[in-house]
Structures are given as structure tokens and as C-alpha cells.
């Protein structure tokens, strides 16, 4: 299908309806799994017990014919064992058996881990969580938010509380300024990814997930696709140093604009992006050479003060008089001052984009050793703005390497009002975490691309319903986490520090996994 | 080196006194206090003394610099009477003023540092505002108690100084320079920084000189100070912009002071902490923890302790750089290697502008000073007033000089609300040095204004042209008159072009009156119909874009006497919903909501921005906007003072839309336009047409700093210079002709595919008028490095006939011949440049001292260089 038509087809959703999750398996033939279920072909007597007593479906048949095992639905045999359905003891011909996948080793990186990447997957298969031992909540980075816990009482404080009392909803607009309210449905939205960065394809699958949970996406520093034009309403449209592709017309498309003065990844750098990513028809978009590289001066040359900052967001105002203002910086040690100057230049939004984030065209080298910590930087922020009297006409986001629900909540719980994604939208897309984006033809999972060829590896149905999955998965997670820490909105959770602990300070055991308990 | 007596240098035994400094906090908490960003600076110096109200306006038109969270003024060369003093005790004491945070602190403040050290001449508390509540409401925090000393160093204190140190055989005056300051240092230590809850600081010390500061707007400082009425040579004012919005008192406020130094600042240092460090290993130590009072510091060192001339203090502050630096002299670069080498890590880094007030009176001279860093990453303008009165200004903004002129010239007859010469400094360059002084210095008991630069080149106007006198003769327009024959036949070909050129040709001969009396006829004739006043229009402004030879007159005064009719023709047209006949009308703040849908479709709205604020809801660009919505395509727009964002925000189907611009226009002007055609008919300020995508601007004058960034496309003519980082980042189709040149960073990164095939491309003719109105080139077609650097796309036409331009000042790109496609391509656009400008092809463009040549030997091409690793896989796609 090509890239026009995935753009016009119809999805069953409609507006105002509430997302429900379709099942979106994954796109390949044998999906990445933790655990291995191998039987063998020779043994086997094709008797069909197997599909009749393993309740997670990981073997079906097609008429008599028994399909390849589905591994990456397996619990595994440490938690099956001494079940009844156990397939391995029930197998009559002995033909069966599970072990850990030896592909398992080799997934992920201490941030995301082959455990989170494989429960993201799951929820971006099913919008549920994982039936199975899959860490969901946390990476292995051994800090961060790897780090944190929540502690939930024991007894949940009210009982009559449900999750259909409980709201999620953010709105963006706290400087009562006469602009027009945007109250977002959940408390996150989707970060800048340029059409150049991503295919159009994943750009319009994230857009149109946005869109059914009443969220917003920025488009990068690349431009405005046509294709986004339907939902204008749920685009944020991105102002960042290199000006590439911003226009008048694409300013006042949107209902807020976005300006980036640098990215957590990489602060002290703009944008770039390598020449084999300027295909011709992102230099098009952007009005560039094709092939040349791309990149976005640091800082905007027009824009070296608080001062400019402010003449340019009075611009941007003046361009588009219902737009919110958002501004996007990095995190220095100043980062509360530059948030609070922010603030009295007319921003509603200030971002902090923390150093855990940026794909594989971030350097490492930034990536690693420049921002601060985005854990750091939120109550930094939050309680200077306080102090300041303002922090109820700000909005915060924090962002950064946030990878799950949980994170989400720890952000806000340390301050932030809500959060941007970035990669964890792509592992909802089967993100391998390869670290190859900067290259044209690197991915080989067809989303940080923009060759033709790999971009139609997906389609936009199937992004758009995986990335949903994720969202309601993580709607569920972050009711549930407010129904155990009886808040009735996301709103009551803002700085609510108390309800965190830090492990490197708390050595009794922590389990805050809502799968279970009360 | 206990024995001070093998110092000979007077400075460094001075600085030898303060070995037993400390500092003022611990080395950890020397971080500066704030972040604070550009704010708006201004100053002027003029001959005569002139009122402190002069500052005000400026300072209200540069509000949207500040936000009223500090502001500041100083004055240098002030009047002895105001002050209650005689005049040599104002030429021969210190004058020092204290801040008293806490009022009860004083006799303690006075017992300490005041009456045991100093002969007191004369002192006074600094009357304020009584009713300062209800005169000036939106101050929140009451200004501090100030009050004014006039003192000398007691003999016998100085005395045991001396000893002390050992200072013997040292001028007199240098010790008692140097212990007024330390004493400050030590007032500032007890009252100020070693505090939590701070008490008192001294607010500026030195000879002659004053600062007042507050947690407001600075004109608020001048009103609640009542200096409205006092007379100084010099005045500087700086709106603050502190990013912390509770501050309650005015330490961290501009101006800064060191003896005889007040200084005011517009940027932010990315090396503070190496300022500071630097500062400390010379026992000089910051108090007030702002990027600032370091500047200050580093300024007093060099210049009072050290003893360097203003060009080395220059030199350290923006060290010469790179090409420009291999321009110098052998014996200049021998020197300034030395200077970089032993200051550098004092020279701030990152964007900064100063401008110094300071009493020189060694020399007895009042000097004004601007600075600029040396990348030029902030904004800055220069101008001269030569006259009766002379008048110096520098300021962040034009429309702030603008308005000091205005603010002057409605007062008093000798000031012209124009100034001869505007100009932007070119940042640690060969050429000026990135900075100007304006100096007064004492003649014949006046003061004389010298404008240098930092090398000391003077900067003059020519002596024969005479201002002029204000004289208004009365016009009897019934008469039949020779001048009254002209302006009839010269509009009656409904385009006044005929008017310009016999104007042009007589003016030279004419004086002041005859060429006011056209004016007069003009604007009666303007009255009768449609057709005249179109002429009439077009014929002034044609005077005022154009350059010619105005004689012995000056052309700022004739461009003032065209403004003053031309805002009368406008002033005089029926206001928008009034029933009378003609295609013209008018509208202005107070009338705005009687905006309705035009009259007529051929309707022409004139609109006086002068009272709408410089952006926000309620601005001009937007009533605009709201004025395009309802149908109307033509616009004149005059009355400006820095309104900003014009021609912005009206959208993508405006090819009909054409706006006219006088005055003092904002930036961001014509910024995102796509379609519509601007012409701002003067100078203009800075980040004109980013993000330009289509259509036409013309600027009759100069723009300002990052012009055209990332813009797409659209045709635009300059006359003037462009300053600092033109074009950077511009993509797509955008064609330009500049016929001035630019400072530095031309086309930086211009990714503008290729101009022979539809890509974009610059013209660059380097070209200027002498004062009378002669064309000529300039020393260099682009005097700065950094030509179109790592530019992927499109080209630079430069007009090089002497083969200026060198491969050094490029940085990716590379010089190319003229090709016959290239000339083709680019002759429409001077062509049109021509019919815009005057600007003749044959006559100006290819005619090389008298001679024609073909245009391969008049232009060159500056074209991108497709680098190898950058382009691996474009076949790939082919």
C-alpha cells in the first residue's frame, strides 16, 4: 500500500469514541520473545494437546495442521511448571520444550532492556500488560528512574474509588492569557520527530494515536507534511534553529508551536541529519539540496537573550493568535532560570528535555556527559517556580527517555505537569534499539527512515493501532497508580515526592507492581 | 615582592595595595546570580547639556527590552548649580552616592566609611517623588534612599596611605583614586555582600559622574529621582531584563560603576566564572555577582590600574580575530598578540554590548562608549549629529535614537530628528574595531563632540553642509510662482517622477526655503484629488529613498522637512468611515474601532501605528491582519516607533497585498510573508524576513542583524548595508540584491539548491553614497571572513571589479568566473534593482572609474563546493 492511500484509510475509531484495543500482533513472522518453545517435528504425533491446555494460545492449529509455536506469548516454564496446563509434562510424545530465548541475551541496552522493549511490545500487541515475568516498568540503567519506586499503601485509601473517577486529563494552557484552552486526555504527547528523521508512515501512526486519546504530536524540525493536514488540531508544529520548513502557513495551522532551543540529547548542538537522509523528497520538504546534510544551527542566531526569546515568541503570537506557546529546552544547572524566563516571556509550556533520551543520531558522546538528569532537573524547576509564585500558570513537561508509565507518574510526581514521548512510540512500532537511525537505509525495522522502500515495511493502520494499545495500556497503568495512591486526577499527583522512594535510601524491599495486590 | 619600590609602574604599586583583598564570597558562590538576557541600552553625549527627560522617551520605546524588573540611568558633565555646588567643586571631588536599602543604616554607614576618611563639601539626600505612589503606580518597589557626597580624601588619611604602601613619589590624585575605590570596596563588603539582608552599596563614585538605579523601568528611576529637569553632557539608560521576576532592591540593576566609569550592558557572558577568576588574581573582586559589574571591573583595571589606552582596554574586551587580525599592522598585531595573551581569559566571551559613560578628567574629557563583542551577537547603532548642537548616540535599537532625537529636536530648534550618519560597528574588526567613542572634549569653555573609532579614525560629516536654521516663512500658494509651475507640471504625470527629477536637479542650488516652499505646494496640491496626492506621495518619497546632492544643505534636515509634509498628507486624509470622496483613508489607535471593509476596491488605508504597543494582541501588525481580513490590499503605514512583526501573520494568499512603510519600523518586519510586497522607505531594524517564503521587500536604507534567516524564497532589494548574519540558513528560492555590503557571516550555511536551475542566490554590490549622493565602491566589497561558509546551495553574485574577495574569507565555498547563464540570471534582478534604487547597470554597475567593462570582469560568483563525504549515496538515487 502506498504511503497516500495508508494516509486516507479509514480506521473503525471515531472521534469522541474511547479507544478500545485492537490486537496488532507484530509485523513479522516470528516476533522476538524471552522464552523459546520448540517442538519437535519428528516427535510430535500432531495429537493437538498442546493447543487445549496452554491458556496463553501460544499454539494454535489451522484445521489439523498445528501452527509454529507463538514463543513470545510463553510465560515461561518457571512460572508454568507446576500448573496443570504445563505443555511440556502434558505432551504424550514428550516433543515439547521451553527455554529461555537465546535471542533474549543479545535484545536491548541497559536503558531499555530486552525486558522492557519485550513488555512494550506486548502492550503494543494486546494494550494490555504482559501475563508473564516481563519487567515493565523499569530499565536496568541503574539510575534515573531505574532507581525510584513508588510505594503504595496496603490498603488502598478508598475503596469506592475506581478507575472511571479518576482523570487523566492535562490541560496546557494555565496562564489564563485569553488563548484558548487544549485540555489533553492524557498527560503526554508525542515529541519532535522530523519527516527526514521518521517516515511518513510513523509520523501519521503517532499523529493518529494522538488523535484518539485527544493528545497532541509535534512535528520536528522537518517541515509539515500535507498528510497531517486532517489532524491539524492534534499537531504541535516545531520552530527549532534550522527554521526547515516553517512557513506562516504551517504556524497557523496548529494549536501550539513548539520551540526548540535544544535538545536534551545533544544540548549545544542543533538538529542534524546526515546526507543520506536528505532523500529528495525531504529536500523537498525542507528546500534543501538533496543529499547534502543538514545541519540546524545552535542557538537560533536570531535569539541570544531573554529578551529575543521573548520578541520571538511574541512573533510566533503574533503569527497565530490562538496558538499556545511551547518552549523546549535542555537542561543546564540554570535550567530554573531559564524556565522561569521562560515563563515572564510568555511561554505556557516549558519542556525540560532531559539527557536520557535522542535516538542513535544523538551523539553518544553528548548523550551521555551534558544535561542534567532529568529527575534532577524537574523538582529544580518545579520548586523554583513555586517559590516564584508562577507555578500555576506553567505547564511543565518533562522528557527525556521516558520509556513507561511508570516513568510518566515518577515525572509528574516529582513535578512535572506531563511528559513527551519519543522512543517508546517506536518500540510500540518494534523499535529494535539498533542505534542505526542516522543512516538512510539503517533501519531495518522501516521507521527512522525515509527510503521508500523500508518506510513501506509498515503501514499506517498498524502503527496508528499500535501505538494506541501502548497509550491505553499505559492510561490503565497510570489509573491503577493513582487508584493505589487514592488520587482521584493526575492533576493531585504534581510534586507529590512523598509518594516516591529512591533505593539507594530505602533498603527494605519495594514492590510496586500493580499486577498485582489490591 | 614585599618591596613595592621595584614596581615602577604607578598602576601596579596601586594594584600592589590590594594584596590584602579577599574575597567578597566564598569561591564557590562566585556564580552569578541570574541569568539575564539582552536588554535595551541606550546613551547619547551631546555638546550642549541637555535634560534628563531626553532619556525617557528612548527608554519607554525600549520597555519590551526590560521587564521592569531594574533600570537604570547615569549622567556624566553635570550642571554644579542643580547640584547645590560650585564648579570646581564638581570638577575637583569625588561624588559619591549611597544606596541605603536600610535608612537606619546610614550613621552607621557615614561613621565608618564617610566622615573619618573624607573632607565632606557638600552633602544631600536625593529628593524623590513625594507622591511616587499615584505618579508612577506600576512601580512595586520603593527606590532606595540616596544620598550624595561631595568629597576629597582627608590629607592625613592619604597620608598614612602613602606610607603604608609605600606609594611615595606617585601622582597625588592616582592614590586618591585608588583609595576612594577601595574604600567603596570595603563599603559594599560590610553593608552589601557579606550580608544576607543587604544594608547599603555605593551606587557610583568618581568625579562629575552620577548613577541612580531602580527596581523599575530607568525612565521610572529619573522620574522618582526628579532628574526630568537636570542637565547633563552624557546620559546612558538600560532597561534590565532579569529572569527572575522578585527582586527587591536595585543591586543587580545597570549601571555599574567603577571611579569615574558607569557602564550598562546588554548581553550575557558564557565565561563568568573566568572573568571572575582572572579578576581575583589582580585583587579585584565582584560583589554584586552579575556578568556586569565584571565588565566594570575589568574596564577599571585596564584603564585606571594598568593604564591602557582605550584602544588596548577595546582590544582586550574583543580581541581582533582571524583574517582581521592578519590585516593589522605588524606593530598593531605585535601589541594586541600581547594584549590577548595576557587577558584573555578577562575578555568576556558570548554575546555582550556596552556602552560607558565616563569622565576622563585627566584629560578633561566626557566620553561616551560602545562596544560590541566580537561575533556582534547583539544589536547595536550608531549615530552622528553634527551640527550647532552635536550629538552622539548608541543605542540597542535605532527607533531609541530616533526617539532621543525626537524627544530633543521638539524642544529645541538646533536638534534635527535626524541624524546625519547611522552605522553599525564591525566587531573586533580591522576596519573600526568594533567600537566608537564619542568624546567632548573642552574648547574655549565649550565642549566639542569627536566621534573615533577604536583606532582613532574620526568619523565626520562634511563641514560645508549647514543645518537648517528652523526658519518658517510663510508660502502664499495663490502666487504664481516659478516653484508653483514646478510642482504643477512635475505631478501631472501622476507618478511625481517628474517632480523628483527637477527637484533633484535644483536642489543642490536651493536653499532651505525654496525647497521647503515645493514641499508646501506639493502638499496643496495633494489636497485636490486622488491622482495629485498619489503623486505628490510618490514624488516625497522618491526624496526620501533617493540619494543626491543636496548642495550645502544637510540631508538629514532635508529628509526631516519631507517626513514632516508627507506625515501631514497622511495626517490630512479622511479617517476611515468618514463620506468623502477619494480612494484614501485613515485610521489610527484612538479611531481603531472604527475599522470596517474597504470603500471602494481600489481603497488605500492609511495607518498611524504611532500610538498602537509594539507587539502583543493589541498591535499594529495585527490590527493589520484584522484590516487584510476584512478586505483591504493597500496599506501606507507611517507614525513608527519599533512597532514590531509588520506584514506578519496575514498568510499565504497576499499577492495582491502592498504595505509602505516611513519611520522607525520594528524588527521581524516582513517575517513568514508569503506573496505580498513590502517597502519600508528609510532603515530598517533587525530580523527582517525570516522564514520569507514569497514576495517582495524593498528596504530603502539599511536592515539590520539576521536578515532573511531561514527564509524560502522571495525577491528582495536593499539599498544599504546588511549587519551581522545575513541569510543564514535560507533554503529554496530566495534572490536578493544588496547594494551596500554585509559585516560578517554572509549566507552562512545557505542551502538554496541550484540558482541556475531555480535555487536561490545573493547580490552583493558593495556600494555606498558619499554625502553627495554619489555612488561609489566601498573600501571592500565584503570586509569580513566567513563568506557564504558551509553553504550546500545557491551562490553569492559579488561585485569585485579590484579582485578584493580572497579564498580566506571563504569556508567551504569557492570563487567562480562569471558565466554568460549567471549574468543572464542575474540582470533582471538589477534591472529591477535599478528601476528601485536609481542604481544604472551601464552606468553604476559595470562602469569600473569611467570605463564599461563586460560583467565576467565586474562580478564574481561565490558557489557551493559539494563536499565528497557528505554526498556518498545521492547516486543511489538518481
Not at chain 1, 498528510?227 to 516545531?238: A, G, K, M, R, S
Not at chain 2, 580591522?430 to 565642549?447: P, Q
Not at chain 2, 506625515?567 to 479622511?574: K, L, Y
Not at chain 2, 510573508?673 to 536604507?701: P, S, T
Amino acid at each position: 500500500m502506498s504511503t497516500a492511500e495508508n494516509a486516507l484509510s479509514i480506521d473503525s475509531w471515531s472521534p469522541g469514541q474511547a479507544w478500545e484495543p485492537v490486537h496488532t500482533p507484530s509485523r513479522f513472522r516470528n516476533a522476538l520473545s524471552k522464552h523459546r518453545v520448540w517442538r519437535s517435528e519428528s516427535r510430535c504425533i500432531k495429537c493437538g494437546r498442546c493447543t487445549e491446555v496452554c491458556p496463553q494460545r501460544v499454539f494454535t492449529k489451522a484445521g489439523s495442521y498445528l501452527r509454529r509455536p507463538k514463543s513470545y506469548l510463553c510465560i515461561g516454564a518457571a512460572a508454568c511448571q507446576d500448573k496443570p496446563y504445563y505443555c511440556v509434562a502434558q505432551c504424550p510424545a514428550a516433543a515439547l520444550r521451553v527455554s529461555l530465548h537465546p535471542s533474549y541475551n543479545a535484545l536491548g541496552d541497559r536503558r531499555w532492556t530486552a525486558d522492557l522493549l519485550l513488555a512494550t511490545w506486548w502492550q503494543a500487541e494486546f494494550g494490555g500488560l504482559p501475563a508473564h515475568d516481563l519487567e515493565y516498568r523499569t530499565g536496568g540503567s541503574g539510575g534515573g528512574f531505574d532507581r525510584l519506586r513508588f510505594i503504595f499503601p496496603t490498603r488502598p485509601p478508598d475503596f469506592k474509588l475506581t478507575h472511571a473517577d479518576i482523570s487523566l486529563e492535562l490541560e496546557m494552557n494555565r496562564r489564563r492569557d485569553g488563548r484558548p484552552h487544549i485540555t489533553m486526555g492524557v498527560p503526554w504527547y508525542g515529541g519532535g520527530m522530523s519527516f527526514g528523521s521518521v517516515s511518513i508512515n510513523t509520523i501519521l501512526s503517532r499523529v493518529r494515536a494522538a488523535q484518539r486519546f485527544n493528545s497532541l504530536m509535534s512535528t520536528g524540525e522537518g517541515g509539515y507534511p500535507e498528510h497531517l493536514i486532517p489532524y491539524d488540531n492534534h499537531v504541535v508544529t516545531q520552530v527549532a534553529t534550522g527554521l526547515f520548513g516553517v512557513r506562516e502557513e504551517t504556524i497557523q495551522r496548529v494549536r501550539m508551536v513548539e520551540f526548540k532551543y535544544a535538545q536534551g540529547a545533544k544540548p549545544g548542538l542543533g538538529g542534524h541529519l546526515l546526507g543520506d537522509k536528505v532523500t529528495p523528497a525531504v529536500a523537498r520538504m525542507r528546500e534543501s539540496v538533496t543529499g547534502m546534510a543538514l545541519f540546524s544551527p545552535f542557538p537560533f542566531h536570531s535569539v541570544y537573550s531573554v529578551e529575543d526569546h521573548k520578541k520571538h515568541l511574541d512573533w510566533i503570537k503574533e503569527i497565530n493568535p490562538r496558538a499556545l506557546v511551547s518552549v523546549k529546552v535542555s537542561t543546564p544547572t540554570d535550567v530554573d532560570m531559564v524556565a522561569v524566563g521562560s515563563y515572564y516571556a510568555g511561554a505556557h509550556v516549558v519542556q525540560l528535555d532531559g539527557s536520557y533520551g535522542g535516538t542513535g543520531a544523538a551523539p553518544d558522546i553528548a548523550k551521555k556527559n551534558i544535561a542534567m538528569p532529568v529527575e534532577y532537573a524537574i523538582p529544580k524547576v518545579h520548586q523554583f517556580l513555586r517559590a516564584e509564585g508562577i507555578r500555576e500558570q506553567v505547564t511543565l513537561i518533562a522528557s527525556g527517555g521516558i520509556r513507561t508509565a511508570f516513568d510518566v507518574a515518577k515525572a509528574i510526581a516529582l513535578g512535572a505537569d506531563g511528559v513527551q514521548l519519543g522512543t517508546s512510540e517506536l518500540v510500540a512500532l518494534e523499535c529494535l534499539r539498533c542505534h542505526n537511525c542516522e543512516s538512510g537505509r539503517g533501519c531495518a525495522r522501516g521507521i527512522a527512515t525515509t527510503d521508500p522502500e523500508l518506510a513501506d515495511l509498515m503501514t499506517v493502520e498498524w502503527g496508528a493501532n499500535r501505538v494506541s494499545n501502548l497509550y491505553h495500556s499505559w492510561s490503565w497503568q497510570l489509573k491503577e497508580i493513582l487508584r493505589r495512591l487514592g488520587l482521584r486526577s493526575i492533576r493531585e499527583l504534581v510534586g507529590r515526592t512523598d509518594t516516591l522512594v529512591h533505593l539507594d535510601y530505602f533498603d527494605r524491599p519495594v514492590d510496586d507492581d500493580i499486577r498485582r495486590g489490591a | 615582592m614585599e618591596n613595592t619600590n621595584n614596581l615602577t609602574h604607578s598602576g601596579l604599586q596601586l594594584l600592589n595595595t590590594r594584596r590584602h583583598f579577599t574575597s567578597a564570597y566564598h569561591r564557590e558562590q562566585v556564580i552569578k546570580g541570574e541569568d539575564e538576557g539582552g536588554c535595551g541600552v541606550t546613551g547619547f553625549a551631546c555638546s550642549v547639556p541637555v535634560a534628563g527627560r531626553h532619556i525617557f522617551q528612548p527608554s519607554v520605546q525600549m520597555h519590551n527590552r526590560g521587564n521592569g524588573k531594574g533600570g537604570g540611568i547615569a549622567a556624566v558633565g553635570l550642571d554644579p548649580e542643580t547640584l547645590g555646588v560650585t564648579q570646581e567643586i564638581l570638577d575637583e571631588d569625588y561624588l559619591i552616592q549611597i544606596a541605603f536599602l536600610d535608612e537606619a543604616a546610614r550613621p552607621q554607614v557615614e561613621a565608618q566609611f564617610i566622615t573619618p576618611v573624607f573632607r565632606i563639601d557638600h552633602a544631600q539626600r536625593i529628593p524623590t517623588l513625594a507622591n511616587w505612589r499615584e505618579e508612577i503606580p506600576n512601580l512595586e518597589v520603593q527606590p532606595p534612599e540616596v544620598w550624595r557626597y561631595f568629597v576629597r580624601v582627608k590629607p592625613e588619611v592619604l597620608q598614612h596611605f602613602i606610607q603604608q604602601h609605600k606609594l611615595y613619589g606617585l601622582p597625588w590624585r592616582k592614590v586618591e583614586d585608588e583609595f576612594v575605590a577601595q574604600n567603596s570596596y570595603r563599603l559594599n563588603q560590610a553593608y552589601y555582600a557579606s550580608l544576607g539582608e543587604k544594608k547599603a552599596f555605593v551606587l557610583s563614585q568618581g568625579r562629575n559622574i552620577i548613577i541612580l538605579k531602580i527596581v523599575g523601568y530607568a525612565e521610572e528611576a529619573a522620574l522618582y529621582y526628579n532628574l526630568l529637569d537636570f542637565k547633563a553632557h552624557v546620559w546612558i539608560a538600560h532597561q534590565r531584563y532579569p529572569t527572575r521576576g522578585r527582586v527587591w532592591h536595585p543591586g543587580g540593576a545597570h549601571p555599574f560603576s567603577a571611579l569615574n566609569v558607569a557602564l550598562v550592558h546588554n548581553g550575557d557572558f558564557a565565561n563568568y566564572f573566568s572573568v571572575s577568576e582572572y579578576l581575583s588574581q589582580r585583587h579585584f573582586f565582584p560583589q554584586f555577582l552579575t556578568d556586569t559589574e565584571v565588565a566594570v571591573l575589568t574596564f577599571d583595571l585596564w584603564n585606571r590600574l594598568y593604564g591602557y589606552p582605550l584602544e588596548y582596554v577595546i582590544e582586550s574586551m574583543a580581541p581582533t580575530t582571524e583574517r582581521d587580525f592578519d590585516l593589522l599592522p605588524p606593530e598593531k598585531q605585535k601589541i594586541y598578540r600581547q594584549l590577548q595573551s595576557a587577558n584573555i581569559h578577562g575578555s568576556p566571551d558570548g554575546p555582550w554590548f556596552f556602552i560607558i559613560a565616563r569622565n576622563d578628567p585627566e584629560r578633561k574629557r566626557y566620553e561616551l562608549i560602545g562596544i560590541t563583542d566580537t561575533s556582534m551577537l547583539r544589536p547595536q547603532v550608531f549615530a552622528l549629529h553634527e551640527g550647532e548642537v552635536q550629538l552622539g548616540l548608541i543605542c540597542s535599537e535605532k527607533q531609541a535614537i530616533d526617539a532621543t532625537l525626537a524627544s530633543l529636536a521638539a524642544e529645541d530648534p538646533r536638534f534635527c530628528p535626524v541624524a546625519d550618519l547611522y552605522w553599525n560597528a564591525r566587531g573586533g574588526s580591522h576596519t573600526d574595531g568594533g567600537a566608537f567613542i564619542f568624546s567632548l572634549e573642552a574648547r574655549n569653555g565649550h565642549r566639542v563632540l569627536h566621534c573615533r573609532d577604536k583606532f582613532g579614525n574620526s568619523k565626520t560629516v562634511p563641514w560645508y553642509q549647514r543645518p537648517w536654521d528652523g526658519t518658517v516663512l510663510e508660502v502664499n500658494l495663490e502666487l504664481d510662482s516659478e516653484s508653483a509651475r514646478l510642482v504643477k507640471e512635475g505631478l501631472a504625470d501622476g507618478r511625481g517622477e517628474h517632480l523628483y527629477s527637477c527637484i533633484r536637479e535644483r536642489v543642490p542650488q536651493w536653499s532651505y526655503a525654496t525647497f521647503r516652499e515645493v514641499l508646501e505646494l506639493a502638499v496643496a496640491e495633494a489636497a485636490k484629488n486622488d491622482e495629485a496626492k498619489a503623486a505628490a506621495i510618490n514624488a516625497l518619497t522618491l526624496l526620501l529613498d533617493r540619494r543626491y546632492d543636496p548642495g550645502d544643505k544637510k540631508r538629514s534636515h532635508l529628509i526631516r522637512l519631507i517626513m514632516d509634509v508627507l506625515t501631514r498628507i497622511f495626517r490630512d486624509t479622511p479617517a476611515l468611515g468618514q463620506d468623502a470622496p477619494g480612494r484614501y483613508r485613515r485610521i489610527d489607535w484612538d479611531t481603531r474601532d472604527a475599522l470596517a471593509a474597504p470603500h471602494r476596491p481600489d481603497a488605500i488605508l492609511i495607518l498611524d501605528a504611532h500610538g498602537f504597543p509594539p507587539e502583543g494582541e493589541e498591535c499594529d501588525a495585527r490590527f493589520l491582519c484584522q484590516a487584510f481580513g476584512l478586505g483591504w490590499k493597500r496599506f501606507i503605514t507611517y507614525g513608527y516607533r519599533g512597532q514590531r512583526f509588520l506584514g506578519c501573520g496575514l498568510g499565504p494568499l497576499t499577492d495582491e497585498v502592498r504595505i509602505d512603510a516611513y519611520g522607525s519600523t520594528g524588527d521581524y518586519l516582513a517575517s513568514g510573508i508569503d506573496g505580498m510586497e513590502i517597502q519600508v522607505h528609510g532603515n530598517a531594524q533587525d530580523q527582517l524576513g525570516q522564514i520569507m517564503k514569497r514576495g517582495k521587500l524593498v528596504v530603502h536604507g539599511d536592515v539590520g542583524q539576521t536578515f532573511m534567516y531561514g527564509a524560502k524564497g522571495g525577491e528582495v532589494y536593499v539599498l544599504g548595508n546588511a549587519a551581522g548574519r545575513p541569510f543564514i540558513n535560507a533554503v529554496g528560492r530566495p534572490r536578493a540584491v544588496i547594494n551596500g555590503t554585509a559585516l560578517d557571516f554572509l549566507a552562512e550555511s545557505f542551502m538554496a539548491g541550484d540558482p541556475l536551475n531555480g535555487g536561490g542566490f545573493i547580490i552583493v554590490n558593495g556600494l555606498e553614497y558619499d554625502a553627495r549622493g554619489r555612488l561609489k565602491p566601498q573600501a571592500a566589497p565584503y570586509p569580513g571572513s566567513n563568506l557564504f561558509s558551509l553553504a550546500s546551495g545557491g551562490a553569492i553574485y559579488i561585485r569585485d571589479p579590484y579582485n578584493q574577495i580572497v579564498d580566506e574569507q571563504l569556508n567551504g565555498g569557492e570563487l567562480a568566473p562569471l558565466a554568460e547563464e549567471d549574468w543572464n540570471l542575474i540582470l533582471p534582478y538589477l534591472q529591477e534593482n535599478e528601476r528601485l534604487f536609481g542604481i544604472s547597470v551601464e552606468k553604476d554597475l559595470l562602469t569600473v572609474e569611467g570605463q564599461a567593462r563586460p560583467p565576467a570582469r565586474v562580478y564574481r560568483k561565490v558557489q557551493a563546493v559539494k563536499l565528497a563525504v557528505l554526498t556518498q549515496l545521492e547516486d543511489s538515487w538518481e
